[in-house]
C-alpha cells in the first residue's frame, strides 16, 4: 500500500469444514502511516 493510503477490510475465519465466517459489525478503517513500515494490530470482532 502506498503511504497515507486509507482502506476499509475485515476478517474472515475458515473452520474445519472450510466454511468462512466474516467478523461481525461494521468494516475496520486503516489509514497508512508517512513512511514505508507500519504495523496494525487488532483482534477478530
Known sequence: MPVSTAFAY???KK???GN?????GTNRAYTT???SGYTV???WK
Open 10 to 12: 475485515k476478517y474472515p
Open 15 to 17: 473452520d474445519a469444514s
Open 20 to 24: 468462512v465466517t466474516w467478523e461481525s
Open 33 to 35: 502511516g508517512g513512511s
Open 41 to 43: 494490530s487488532d483482534t
